[in-house]
C-alpha cells in the first residue's frame, strides 16, 4: 500500500530541496508520487534524533520499499555500486525518452544546458563554490584528471599507500613509467590504534622530493578513515599537493569540504548517494584550477574553468540530470540519519560476530575510524571460498578481500538492507566458524 499523506505542496517542495533540482520530479506525476512517498516517511522522524531514528524499523521499511530490487539475492556488496531508488530510475529514463526527441537540439539547447543546476546541487552537498565542481563519470575520470594533470618532473616523489585502490596505484605507475617519478608506498595498521598512527607514518615517509600524496578518505577494503584534514594541512604546510579519494565517504558520512580542509577530492556518485551509474564529480580549489592539465584538450579560454574537467566529447545528458533525483533522495532521508544507519547495520552484524572464535576484524570500531565498511576474517579460511559459499548456497553476494598485508570478506550493507538479511548472514559466517566450510 502506498504511504499517504497530506497533499503535495510544490512551493514546500522547492524550498526544501532548492529551484531547479529534481526537474523529472516537477514534470512527471510519477517521479513526482515517489517523492511524496519519501516526504510522508521522513515527516514522521523528522523530530527524532538521528541515532533514534537510526533504530526506527519502520521508517527504514519505507526507505528499503523505494528500491525496487530482487530479495532472491542479498546484496552486500553496495561498496562496489549500488543500486537506484526508484525515484531516480523513473527520472533517468524519462530523461533518456526526452533526450532522443530530436536529438541533437534536445540534447544541446534544453539538456546539456540543466546540468548547470545539479552543478550548484552537488557544491551545496559538499560545501563549496559551484565553480569548485566538475561533473564526472566515476572517482577514477576525475583523480586521474588530476594525476595525470599535475605537472610533475623525473625523481618527483608521490607518496600513498599500501592499501590505496588499484586503478589509482596503476595510474601512478604509469606516471612512474612515463615520466621518471618515484611512486612510494607506506602500509598502514588494520586497524591503527588511532588516527594520530596514520598521520605519523606519512610525515615520516616524507622526503624533500615529496610532491603529492594521494590518500583515501575511508579505504575501500576495510572501511578506515583516513585522517584527511590534518593530512592536508599537513602537505599544505610542506608544498606537498594532496589528493582525497572520497569514493566511499560521499554520502555514506555526514561532511563538508570544510571539514576536510582538502584541494583535491573526487567522489562516485553510484556507490551511497544512489545517482545513476556512471557519475560522479571532482571538486577542486578554485586557485587550483589553472595548474592542472585536461584529460581531454580544451580551449585555452577554459584554463581556469572547472568545466575543462568534463571534456569528454558526446555524452549522454540522461544520468547527469538523474543525479538531481539523487540529491532528492539524498536530503529527504537526511545524511546524518543515513550515516547513523549504516553506522547501525554495521554494528549489527560486528556484534553478532564478534564473540566468535577465530573471527578476527581488520576495521577499527572507533567511530572516527569507521562507519559503514567492515572487513571479517575467519581465521585459517579462505576468504574466496567463504566467499564463493555464500554465493553458491545462501544467495549472499560478499567481496573476499586478499591482500600481501591482509585477508577477510568486505560487507558493505546499505539503505535498503534488512535487518533480516544481516542475521542469515551471521547465521551462515557462524556456521563457518564454528563448523568450517562443509565439504560437499
Known amino acids: 500500500m502506498r504511504i499517504t499523506d497530506a497533499p503535495w505542496n510544490r512551493r514546500d517542495f ?5 529551484k531547479g533540482l529534481g ?16 516526504r510522508a516517511a521522513t515527516r514522521r522522524v523528522e523530530h527524532a534524533t538521528p541515532w533514534e531514528a537510526a533504530r526506527d524499523e519502520d521508517f527504514w521499511f519505507d526507505i528499503q520499499r523505494s528500491f525496487s530490487i530482487t530479495r532472491g539475492i542479498t546484496n552486500l556488496n553496495n561498496g562496489g555500486v549500488s543500486p537506484s531508488p526508484r525515484l531516480v530510475t523513473e527520472a533517468f529514463v524519462r530523461y533518456i525518452w526526452q533526450q532522443e526527441d ?3 537540439y534536445t540534447m544541446w539547447q534544453i539538456l546539456e544546458p540543466q546540468s548547470e543546476t545539479i552543478r550548484t546541487g552537488l557544491a551545496e552537498e559538499f560545501g563549496c563554490d559551484r565553480e569548485e565542481i566538475a561533473i564526472t563519470r566515476n572517482v577514477s575520470d576525475g583523480l586521474e584528471a588530476i594525476l595525470f594533470g599535475l605537472d610533475l618532473k623525473a625523481g618527483d616523489e608521490i607518496l600513498t599507500t599500501t592499501q590505496d585502490y588499484p586503478r589509482m596505484l596503476n595510474t601512478l605507475r604509469q606516471r612512474e613509467r612515463r615520466d621518471g617519478v618515484v611512486l612510494k608506498m607506506i602500509p598502514i595498521p588494520t586497524p591503527p590504534k588511532d588516527l594520530a598512527e596514520i598521520t605519523a607514518a606519512f610525515e615520516r615517509a616524507i622526503t624533500p622530493r615529496t610532491r603529492v600524496i594521494l590518500i583515501c578518505h575511508m579505504i575501500n577494503l576495510t572501511g578506515q578513515i583516513l585522517p584527511v584534514r590534518d593530512l592536508c594541512r599537513m602537505g599544505r604546510a610542506k608544498g606537498i599537493e594532496v589528493v582525497v579519494d572520497g569514493a566511499h565517504t560521499f554520502a555514506h558520512m555526514d561532511f563538508k569540504q570544510s571539514d576536510l580542509d582538502c584541494d583535491f577530492y ?3 556518485l553510484h556507490k551511497w548517494f544512489f545517482a545513476p551509474k556512471g557519475t560522479g564529480f571532482l571538486y577542486v580549489k578554485k586557485e587550483k584550477i589553472p595548474k592542472i592539465w585536461p584529460l581531454m584538450a580544451a580551449d585555452v579560454k577554459q584554463d581556469a574553468d572547472i568545466r575543462k574537467f568534463e571534456e569528454i566529447g558526446t555524452h549522454p545528458a540522461a544520468p547527469r540530470l538523474a543525479i538531481g533525483e539523487a540529491i532528492l533522495f539524498h536530503r529527504g532521508i537526511g545524511a546524518k540519519r543515513k550515516e547513523e544507519r549504516l553506522r547501525y547495520l554495521r554494528d549489527y552484524w560486528v556484534n553478532n560476530l564478534k564473540g566468535l572464535p577465530n573471527v578476527r576484524f581488520h576495521t577499527s ?15 585459517d579460511i579462505d576468504p574466496v571460498a567463504i566467499g564463493s559459499y555464500l554465493m553458491d548456497r545462501h544467495k549472499i553476494f560478499t567481496t573476499p578481500i586478499v591482500h600481501p598485508e591482509f585477508k577477510g570478506i568486505r560487507i558493505t550493507p546499505s539503505v535498503y538492507t534488512t535487518l533480516q538479511e544481516l542475521d542469515r548472514f551471521c547465521e551462515a559466517m557462524t556456521g563457518i566458524a564454528k563448523k568450517g566450510l562443509p565439504t560437499k
Open 14 to 18: 522547492l524550498a526544501k530541496v532548492g
Open 266 to 268: 573526487g567522489t562516485s
Open 102 to 104: 530530436v536529438t541533437a
Open 23 to 38: 526537474l523529472a520530479t516537477l514534470a512527471s506525476p510519477a517521479v513526482g508520487s515517489l517523492f511524496q512517498d519519501l
Open 365 to 379: 570500531m572507533d567511530v572516527a575510524q569507521s562507519c559503514g565498511i567492515a572487513n571479517v576474517e575467519i581465521v
